[in-house]
């Protein structure tokens, strides 16, 4: 779809693309300064020149240059030309505030492998493996998990970022990434009902109590999360494709789920269920 694409250049806008659209300029290489729509001198020759830098830049393989021009709504059009080098990633950490706060674990998910990450552990290893990649794909990752990485490691993930919670939005799904799962049709099964406050209660019994089960359910849990992005990444994409010319062409296949290395423990869930949300003072679990 990146090569369809002409909103990255400034002063095109969605009427305009669509006009160039209609007008048989179907992608960059359609374009030539004698195009048959009405646009300034100026306008195309700036046309001219985004258009020379996109090829490079692609050619390159370098999202950022799409990712920085382009709204946020819009970052799945660079999904499908740079999906071999794009990371699903997702963090759990011991609060639900910014502040005062560490990562506990970190999934890391690419279309084929998986890699986990546990402070204490193996966490350091993170930085190392991400810049493998030139692209990631977070839910709501522009505030919460980008700066809680970038804040640990003392660095800055210089990748293009696809945060669906913009590119869903658009689409008219809000809210959660669990409740945008359940509105698209993903099923959680034994993990349904577990959220991120959940998860810091899962990190603490392990902490607290040497339960490795509660770290194994931690760790299902984050797992599910970044494969179930690269899931509603595609469906995104699709939905987007489906309003533009392009929808018999440029659709993708859904992608195989893979096999989470964990499974959450129902017993473990149970209990701490029942100790948090029973408890005469629920708060005593949220400090």
């Excluded at 050619?59 to 021009?69: C, T, V």
């Excluded at 552990?121 to 980008?146: A, H, P, R, S």
């Excluded at 939005?169 to 669990?178: E, I, Q, V």
């Excluded at 533009?244 to 992608?255: A, E, G, N």
């Amino acid at each position: 779809m990146l090569k369809n694409s002409f909103q990255h250049i400034p002063g095109i806008g969605e009427k305009t693309e669509r006009q160039l659209w209609n007008s048989g300029i179907k992608d960059w290489s359609c374009f030539s300064k004698t195009v048959q729509i009405k646009l300034s001198s100026k306008r195309i020759e700036t046309m001219t020149d985004y258009i020379e830098g996109s090829k490079k830049n692609l050619q390159m393989n370098n999202p950022g240059f799409f990712s920085a021009l382009l709204p946020a709504a819009q970052h799945w059009r660079i999904f499908s030309e740079f999906r071999s080098s794009t990371a699903y990633i997702d963090i759990e950490t011991t609060g639900l505030e910014m502040w005062g706060c560490e990562i506990t674990t970190i999934a890391l998910y690419d279309g084929s492998s998986i890699k986990y990450y546990v402070k204490g552990q193996n966490l350091d290893d993170f930085i190392d493996d991400i810049e493998k990649y030139n692209v990631i794909v977070t839910y709501n990752g522009k505030t919460f998990d980008v700066p809680f990485i970038e804040n640990h490691f003392r660095t800055k993930l210089n990748h293009a970022h696809i945060d669906l919670r913009y590119v869903l939005k658009a689409l008219g799904y809000s809210g959660g990434l669990k409740k945008c799962e359940k509105a698209m049709g993903i099923d959680r099964g034994d993990l349904d009902g577990v959220d991120g406050y959940f998860a810091v209660l899962l990190w603490r019994d392990y902490r607290q109590n040497q339960n490795e089960k509660a770290l194994e359910t931690l760790l299902a849990y984050n797992i599910e999360d970044v494969v179930n992005l690269e899931s509603l990444m595609v469906m995104a994409y699709n939905m987007r494709i489906e309003t533009t010319p392009f929808s018999d062409t440029h659709q993708l296949p859904m992608p195989q789920v893979p096999k989470i290395p964990f499974k959450p423990d129902s017993e473990t869930v149970n209990r701490i269920r029942h100790q948090a949300f029973s408890s005469p003072d629920p708060y005593q679990y949220r400090r």
